[in-house]
């Protein structure tokens, strides 16, 4: 990748929880091509991880901020700036967490306020971020704001469960959003969907080591890794996707318009 693609650049990097995470990947490419950025999570996942070990590695400064909270997304966005000295040029959103799917909660048998929980850390947060970027004037024009998301939202996965209307659901809000923040700052709104990846979120669900397995053999070019991913991620934060915006864009080594592949055909036949 060419150096310096985000020389000059300012962000904030979400969800960022260890080295498996693909936030993780994307501060430290992010910081190889010349930006600068905040780092944060929500506090209780700052105890869990190793956020200060990176934040080290980058140079950067971490903002313990509950996604779901308004009062620290605001608090967040006006220490960023005032931190990176200026406005921001990217954001990204890596945040995903279903109490349904944690504690093993059957599909047909949900617990609703954890739902509503589910909706509200992996979706509503998304919206939540916007607004008050938008309020605080904090992106600057031709910004670039980023979420992560999954097939999940247009397929079925049994044990994904309440995360697939998560994602189904943040999805929109970037198509949403994205209409207005371009019309009102120039800012694009996008969305990755990745290929399953092993990251602390994805190893929760449920026989996520055969789906993956799977998953590699019906994508032609096989499973996108974190670290590919990062690199998607920069090319979306750069200046040469300027008129990229309200994608949802595929990132899964080609799963996504397979209807079988050979490999697949031979591990069935054993």
């Not at 962000?11 to 990947?25: P, Q």
Request: glycine share 8%; charged share 20%.
């Amino acid at each position: 990748m060419a150096s310096d693609l985000l020389k000059g650049k300012r962000g904030i990097i979400f969800g960022a929880l260890n080295e498996d995470s693909i936030a993780w990947k994307v501060a430290q490419k992010a910081k190889e091509q010349g930006a600068s950025f905040t780092l944060t999570n929500a506090p209780i996942a700052l105890r869990m991880g190793a956020i200060n070990q990176l934040a080290e590695e980058c140079g950067s400064e971490v903002i313990p901020a509950d996604a779901t909270s308004v009062e620290d997304l605001e608090a967040l966005f006006s220490k960023s700036t005032e931190v990176l000295g200026g406005k921001l040029d990217f954001v990204l959103h890596s945040i995903g967490m279903s109490p349904n799917v944690r504690k093993g909660k059957d599909y047909g048998d949900l617990n609703y306020d954890w739902m509503l929980k589910t909706m509200d850390i992996s979706a509503i947060s998304f919206h939540k971020v916007m607004a008050v970027a938008e309020k605080q004037d904090a992106m600057n024009e031709w910004g670039s704001i980023l979420a992560l998301t999954y097939i999940a939202a247009q397929r079925t996965f049994p044990d994904y469960s309440d995360m697939a209307q998560a994602k189904a659901m943040l999805e929109s809000i970037a198509r949403s959003y994205g209409e207005r923040f371009a019309r009102l700052k120039n800012v694009r709104v996008n969305t990755i969907s990745q290929s399953p990846t092993m990251t602390t979120a994805g190893s929760g669900v449920g026989g996520f080591d055969v789906f993956m397995d799977y998953a590699d053999k019906m994508s032609p070019l096989g499973n996108a890794s974190a670290e590919a991913c990062a690199e998607y991620c920069l090319t979306l934060f750069s200046d040469f996707t300027k008129m990229v915006t309200m994608q949802n864009l595929m990132h899964d080594g080609g799963f996504s318009y397979s209807g079988i592949t050979d490999r697949l055909v031979e591990q069935l036949k054993k």
